[in-house]
């Protein structure tokens, strides 16, 4: 289960923003919706303990990463979350093979173990990277450049995966195979994935569960399987009827809003 419920405010000069981000599931992929600057980035680097909130807690399948209340901080190090960022932060001065390692390294300890070197290899072949373990980022493609990302994030071997708009890097002709390819991924590792997005066309190709962000609150949860939608301000249920599948989509396009 992914159980969340974040509070922290942020000072910008004269602009304040406050968060109040709170959702709970047993969906296995979550997406985060809603228009820039609503919290949605914030909520992922709460989870991922890049942020530390004022108040709340994370829990993941169980574990508490963060909870205010119990005084319990996972240094980020150490929370194995895996983070997918939206231009995926590759190093560009070390090849493929070095940033898919990075994950399992730390400043006191550079260099790999056997496992650790073959657990590398396997991440290599798994995303097709082999051919290109020795090349530099730079030279590769906007989906090459995404799976070596994602190969990255799971190294650490993650209880959650965080992917912050994952295509917008894409091009459109792109976008629907690697859509895929995520989804076949996130299957194959069983683990709980949370992605940022503002395309409602992400949402019903990957997420079981959507929740909708406005000005720094959770104010919708839809279910994208069923079109079932929950507010969440006033704690409203609304049942869609049954119908087929194109309907179905374009109901949920509407409830995201």
């Given amino acids: 289960m992914i159980d969340i419920d974040l509070r922290a405010t942020l000072l910008d000069g004269e602009r304040r923003f406050e968060l109040a981000a709170r959702f709970a599931t047993q969906a296995r992929f979550v997406a985060l919706y809603g228009p820039s600057g609503a919290g949605k980035t914030l909520t992922l680097q709460a989870i991922a303990g890049l942020l530390r909130p004022s108040a709340g807690h994370v829990r993941i399948d169980g ?112 976008r629907a195979d690697l859509r895929a390819e995520l989804a076949e991924t996130c299957r194959q590792w069983g683990i709980p994935a949370l992605m940022i997005t503002h395309d409602a066309e992400d949402v019903l190709a990957l997420a079981d569960m959507a929740f909708v962000y406005e000005a720094g609150q959770v104010v919708r949860q839809v279910d994208v399987r069923s079109a079932e939608s929950r507010d969440l301000a006033r704690v409203a249920l609304t049942r869609q009827e049954t119908a087929p599948a194109d309907p179905l989509r374009d109901k949920v396009r509407a409830l995201l809003g």
């Fill in 63 to 174: 574990v508490a990463l963060y909870d205010a209340q119990a005084g319990i901080d996972v240094p980020a190090s150490r929370r194995r979350v895996g983070y997918l960022f939206q231009h995926y932060a590759l190093f560009p001065h070390i090849s493929v093979r070095q940033n898919v390692a990075f994950g399992l390294t730390t400043w006191r300890r550079h260099r790999l173990s056997p496992a650790q070197n073959e657990k590398v290899d396997a991440l290599l072949e798994s995303f097709g990277l082999s051919a290109m373990a020795d090349s530099r980022p730079g030279k590769l493609s906007g989906g090459q450049q995404q799976r070596v990302a994602l190969a990255r994030a799971l190294a650490c071997e993650p209880r959650v995966l965080l992917l912050d708009e994952p295509f917008a890097a894409l091009n459109a002709m792109l």
